[in-house]
């Protein structure tokens, strides 16, 4: 039974933290190589992956993608410790609308035209910050959506993510308040309810206790007698 | 179209929420009125603070305290529109 629920636990926690790896905002350093448009023709598999087509438009199988390609700084710890090593990265720049994830993003199309403004050489870098959400993954052909770009004075600029840590602030009082609910709905409702409920069940058992001789009497009066 | 989706589930999630806090804050309320009684009145006479537990009920709802729950409204709303401002903006 312990083991189930730390089985049970350790499952919640991965899927939680996976949920949220994927959907928080976080920071690259990076520099714009250059931008570009390309057709995706998605499969079942990754098409989840991928938000909606442009706001007001419609949706089909096939649409292109707005690319940002990118050489960015490599990081441990969720891009909190910075390397010194660089690396290529592409993002996609796609509308999240109005539902998921919630950053109501609109703005691709001007976004589009600020990495286009961005684009450097190694020779002469312009270092930008790149706040974006989710995962690139080379087997299921997914990008990261940028969502903002910001000019940075070099590759060494610090970000402070302010929104995860107003988020991780509110998770943590909101499931406080949630927990004093549920103790305050148990002590006020559901204690007294069963109080009830087993006083009325220890009168039913009193009177029955009372009654069974009498029932089984006449029960038992019904009985086929044993032959002789 | 995925704007009223947003507007009719998002009011449907946040009544529940509503309610939910609703129900807390009363029941909090009553415990409170309930403990301060005791403490004034032990053993005292279970009418007696019935009555006063019932005014101050109607105390509480005439308040400004329930009325604040409504935030539960307006806190998620303003958040969106924060959001779109700050994601949208050049």
């Known amino acids: 039974m312990a083991r189930i629920r730390l089985i049970f636990r350790v499952l919640v926690f991965v899927i939680l933290g996976g949920l949220f790896h994927y959907v928080l905002p976080q920071h690259d350093v990076a520099r714009i190589t250059s931008i570009e448009v390309i057709r995706m023709d998605f499969s079942s598999v990754n098409r989840i992956f991928f938000a909606q087509p442009d706001s007001a438009a419609r949706e089909f199988a096939t649409r292109d993608i707005r690319l940002i390609n990118t050489v960015r700084r490599k990081a441990f710890l969720f891009g909190f410790v910075r390397r010194e090593a660089e690396g290529v990265m592409v993002y996609r720049n796609e509308d999240t609308g109005w539902i998921w994830p919630p950053y109501f993003k609109f703005d691709s199309s001007d976004l589009q035209a600020e990495a286009a403004d961005s684009i450097s050489t190694a020779e002469t870098p312009k270092w930008v910050v790149i706040t974006h959400y989710g995962w690139r993954n080379r087997f299921f052909t997914i990008f990261p959506n940028a969502i903002a770009i910001r000019p940075v004075s070099g590759p060494d600029a610090t970000v402070i993510p302010w929104f995860n840590i107003f988020f991780f602030v509110f998770l943590v009082l909101a499931w406080a308040f949630l927990r004093a609910m549920w103790r305050q709905f148990r002590e006020r409702t559901v204690n007294p309810l069963l109080e009830d409920a087993s006083d009325a069940y220890e009168r039913v058992e009193d009177r029955a206790s009372e009654t069974k001789g009498r029932f089984r009497r006449w029960l038992d009066s019904w009985r086929s007698k044993p032959r002789r | ?90």
Do not use: C, Q
């Open chain 2, 1 to 90: 179209m995925a704007l009223v989706r947003l507007v009719v589930f998002g009011f449907i999630a946040l009544s529940v929420v509503y309610v939910a806090v609703w129900l807390y804050s009363r029941s909090v309320r009553r415990e409170k009125l309930e403990k301060r009684w005791e403490a004034e009145n032990p053993g005292g006479d279970r009418t007696a603070r019935d009555a006063y537990v019932e005014k101050g009920m109607a105390e509480y709802h005439a308040g400004l305290r329930p009325k604040l729950i409504l935030l539960v409204y307006v806190i998620p709303a303003v958040l969106v529109v924060a959001a779109l401002i700050a994601t949208n903006w050049n």
